[in-house]
């Protein structure tokens, strides 16, 4: 398969099966924490360890159960099983015994073996029951929401990546499975710990790498040390299972300095990423490269502790509690990595709608709790009338109050979240309804005016309105007011105009999609309007009002001097720019300031002039253009929605908010916006 296939594969992936690659995962972990959870509990070790890839044997504790074995025995792995040999290796069922061999001063006797029991203190417990599982899903859902808010190919591989490292903090309760899958699950994950750091590395490249020369050498630099890691750990359980390919020596030595030399390969190409990263994208590169570089911090101690206990023994009281806590401390390092690498690529989303705009969780919560309560005190009521009448009569009434209560509870949900994230709308639209209930109470002209044209202005933010009446029927409409268009335009439309026949016909309003007909004299471009309302009296039809389309966006220049107004939706695609009149009442002089295949929206602009607008058009444009003030488009901030709104804020009005389909994101940007936003 060819690289672009790849790339197109994992593409549609991100794109079309993001939900389904998440759910799959959760579902494999899930079954994958079952396993280790069950385990966990059962895990014992034996308390010696074979020295070098020999033989012979060391006993880690004395504490602990050993049989007649001693430090420097020698055992015949010959005459066990596969299966035992590995089980004396990564552990067994706690009280297992097994027999071996032993030979010691060239004296050869048989002595049993048992596997201690787990650690049931009471550190040991809560960190087992509460502590793995806490970090185990946390880890999960915070990469599982990143792929989701973002599901790109870094964030799949930053998911993956996730997976394979929560399954090799859990491998040895993964050793208990039933042979061979144990053998082969360990060997695999052996191959997973230096694929990780690979794809560390290739993570954060890809996410804010530079191109340098130094780079090629630090990827061959970890790929043999990956190499060299995975050769050396596996070479001990190879040896030890299979009996075969074993390397003589300080194996010990060997595997915690090639975890060492490893990663500090891979946090050293890691601060050569973050040095690369420019002013705008310090901070959240700072974030991002800290969380993906705390589990290699913690790593990378444990294996020079590791090396310190193997040349000096084991023996140094400091070393043993260094090993001990980097082990218990590696789960709550990956989550708050997570945490890092979630708030650093979400850091320029100030805010996410689909969170707030909740209401299926809102709904949800309090109607889980409202029956919470309910069954509370249902089982209360049972308990103190022991399933008597009262109690039937009292679980009915408490039924039917909890059923009011939750049809106004989601009725006042519903009122405060429109009021809230909707205020605009809600006032327009209670604006309209106040003006339409209003018309039938009149006959002023004035009135109708104000409710029929200067209110929909208003409220909605149309850029032109105009009423027409017919003095009589058969009559030429007259144009008796209008707001954005000239006193010479369309002053009078004959009762035979193919608008006017339409509309006789339908008796319902038309929508002109912002296009003037050719066969009317409608004005057109910015004036063009976009629907026309009958207005009928006996089924006839005696006038009509034509509206514009809305505004999208309006913004002055920094002197004030000229304003800029977006046309789309209507056709073109044009935004206008007016120069403002000497005494500072009307814009005039309204030309074209940049025509674009896509739709701007929202605008606001700098202090030199440039012009910010929301945009949309696809996949290469959705996000932000910045015109000059000549209108030449001069940059874009790609998002992954469209954009229709953006401001300026902070303390020096140079971060950039940009209001999207369903997110909100802020950028540092190195422009100031004009005062006023």
């Given amino acids: ?85 590995f089980s004396l290796l990564r552990g067994a069922h706690a009280g297992t015994r097994l027999t071996l061999t032993a030979t010691r001063d060239g004296r050869t006797f048989v002595t049993t073996l048992p596997a201690g029991s787990p650690d049931y203190t009471r550190r040991a417990t809560l960190a087992r029951d509460v502590g793995v599982p806490v970090s185990f899903f946390l880890t999960l859902a ?15 591989a930053f998911y993956a990546y996730t997976i394979l490292m929560l399954i090799k903090i859990n491998k040895a309760a993964l050793d208990l499975a039933v042979w061979p899958v144990n053998i082969a ?93 420019t002013a705008l994208d310090r901070t959240r590169v700072t974030w991002v490269i800290s969380g993906i570089a705390l589990g290699p911090i913690l790593d990378l101690t444990w294996a020079a502790a590791n090396v310190c206990s193997t040349l000096i023994g084991n023996t140094s009281l400091p070393i043993l509690y260094v090993q001990s806590w980097t082990g218990a ?40 709790s409202l029956l919470l309560l309910f069954g509370t005190f249902e089982w209360v009521v049972e308990q103190i009338f022991e399933s008597t009448k009262p109690a039937i009569y009292i679980s009915l009434f408490a039924a039917l109050v ?13 009122y405060f979240l429109n009021t809230f994230f909707f205020r605009d709308q809600r006032r327009s639209e209670e604006a309209l309804r106040r003006a339409s209930r209003a018309l039938a109470n009149t006959s002023s002209e004035k009135t109708l005016i104000e409710f029929l044209v200067d209110e929909p202005v208003r409220v909605l933010g149309l850029k032109s309105a105009a009423l027409f009446l017919a003095p009589a029927p058969g009559k030429p409409f007259e144009r008796m007011a209008e707001r954005g268009w000239s006193k010479t335009e369309s002053e009078r439309i004959d009762a035979e105009d193919p608008l006017i026949v339409e509309l006789r016909a339908d008796l319902m309003p038309i929508v002109l999609d912002g296009r003037p007909r050719a066969d009317t004299i409608l004005p057109g471009g910015a004036k063009a309007p976009s ?37 789309t939706p209507a056709e073109p695609k044009t935004t206008h720019v007016y120069d403002i009149a000497s005494d500072g009442t009307k814009a005039v002089n309204g030309r074209v300031f940049f025509a674009t295949p896509g739709w701007a929206d929202g605008i606001r602009c700098d202090t030199e002039g440039n012009v910010w607008c929301g945009f949309s058009g696809g996949e290469q444009e959705d996000g932000v253009a910045v015109f000059a003030p000549d209108g030449k488009l001069i940059g874009r901030i790609l998002l992954p929605e469209r954009c229709a709104n953006v401001c300026f804020g902070g303390v020096k009005r140079n971060r950039l908010f940009m209001a999207a389909s369903q997110s909100v994101y802020a950028l540092y940007v190195e422009a100031q916006g004009a005062p006023g936003g």
């Fill in 1 to 85: 398969m060819s690289g672009g296939a790849v790339k197109s594969a994992v593409r549609f992936i991100c794109e079309r099966l993001s939900l389904a690659v998440v759910a799959i995962g959760t579902v494999f972990m899930a079954l994958v924490f079952v396993v280790v959870e069950y385990h966990s509990s059962h895990l014992g070790q034996y308390s010696v360890v074979l020295v070098n890839n020999t033989n012979r044997v060391q006993v880690v504790s004395a504490a602990t159960p050993h049989g007649e074995l001693q430090t420097g025995d020698s055992i015949d792995l010959q005459a066990l099983s596969p299966r035992q040999r």
């Fill in 142 to 156: 915070l990469a599982s929401t990143l792929f989701l808010l973002r599901p790109r190919p870094i964030t799949l």
């Fill in 185 to 277: 699950s360990d060997l695999a994950i052996q191959a997973v710990y230096p694929l990780t750091q690979l794809m560390i590395l290739i993570f954060a490249h890809r996410l804010y790498g530079r191109s340098g020369r130094a780079w090629p050498w630090f990827v061959a630099a970890a790929v043999v040390l990956s190499v060299a890691v995975f050769v050396a750990w596996v070479d001990p359980i190879v040896w030890t299972v299979f009996q075969k390919y074993g390397f003589p020596g300080p194996t010990n030595l060997f595997m915690s300095g090639s975890d060492a030399a490893l990663l500090m390969v891979v946090l050293a190409a890691l601060a050569y990423i973050a040095s690369g990263a």
């Fill in 329 to 368: 401390l590696l789960p709550w390092f990956n989550l708050i990595g997570s945490i890092f690498v979630l708030y650093g690529l979400l850091s320029e989303r100030a805010v996410d709608f689909r969170f707030a705009i909740g209401r299926a969780a809102v709904y949800g919560i309090i109607t889980a």
């Fill in 402 to 414: 909890i059923g009011f209560t939750l049809n106004a509870l989601h009725g006042r949900i519903e």
């Fill in 531 to 567: 629907v026309v309302v009958p207005l009928l009296m006996r089924g006839s039809v005696f006038g009509f009002i034509l509206y514009g389309s809305r505004s999208n966006g309006m913004a002055f220049s920094p002197d004030e001097q000229r304003l800029y107004v977006v046309d």
